[in-house]
């Protein structure tokens, strides 16, 4: 079906990205996976070409343009060409409601001209050693003294944690207050107390950085508070995990498609037998099966864009896109890999880095049991 969702400036849009792509990315990306880290310049460049914070306004840098597509063209572009290092998604798609939607004028004056050209890093703390998805269960404090909080605590899991110069850190200002006691505080780069640890050694996505952080009586100032009171933090990641959540969904569609459409290709010229194993009934069938599948998600996806730029994107319907897309994400390129036989399981084929890469998507952003417990519960049972 004709895919309609972009106009002729997302298309031009892409253009750019792919150009990008191509020149400052590709290239490196198997020197930037031995590293384990992508190098600040990339960003720089990026920035330079407007790929970051579209929803800025102009004052401060930014195109204050609010149009979830901009976004998704990047999402799709950097699955496409296997970049799985480059953390622009979480600066873009995750962190931007944040620094934009959530700051003061003084913040932003501060911040967002950095933000979109690439010279600030963002990432967000929110996962612990023994609380990920239960966000209410996290032991991070930050207790106010004076004009400034005493955040003390630790993170886990943490993208762009090494490169991160701004990290919003989910932290409780009143531990005895449940959600009502948590507030989101900024902590910058070289701050007192503040240390990152072991860049972690991951499954796949090995060149994004992927961190610790330490925080030890750290004093953050209160003007380094997101929003106007203490005790609202939880509510606005409530308000913002939704397009945390799309994007992480139209990140798994563009996987699934890429892949897809690597493996039709290899089986047009692998051969077994004497013939083509595209020709044989079973991988007809397969494929057959995985191009459905990963186009009535594509149109789900692109509704839920839609709606998002609307204001209308539910949490419920964002953990159905969440959950379904990247459990067909992993599914899809598992059978890719097995069409590939014996080649599929060497690293120098795209499908298994795309093997490797794919499956912490269903974790990160809320896991998949945790998105059919938010759908669930909308049932009113």
Known sequence: MQRDLFDDEHLLFRDTVRAFMACEVVPHHGQWE????????????????????FAVPEEYGGAGVTDFRYNAVIVEEIMRHGASGLGFSLHNDIMAPYVVGLTNDEQRQRWLPGFVSGELITAIAMSEPGAGSDLQGIRTTAIREGDHYVLNGQKTFITNGINADLV???AKTDPEAGARGTTLVVVERGMEGFGRGRNLEKVGMKAQDTAELFFENVRVPVANRLGPNDGEGFFQLMNNLPQERLSIAVAAVAAAETVLEQTIEYCRTRQAFGRAIGSFQNT?????????????????VD???????????TAVDAAKAKWWTTELQTRVIDRCLQLHGGYGYMTEFPVAKAWLDSRVQTIYGGTTEIMKEIIGRSFGF
Do not use: S, Y
């Open 34 to 53: 031995k590293d384990g880290i992508v190098p600040r310049e990339v960003w720089k460049k990026a920035g330079e070409l407007g790929m970051f914070g």
């Open 168 to 170: 919003v850190v989910v």
């Open 284 to 300: 007809r069938f397969v494929l057959a099966e995985l191009a459905t599948e990963t186009e009535i998600a594509r149109h789900f």
């Open 303 to 313: 509704k839920c864009v839609l709606a998002l730029n609307a204001g209308q994107l």
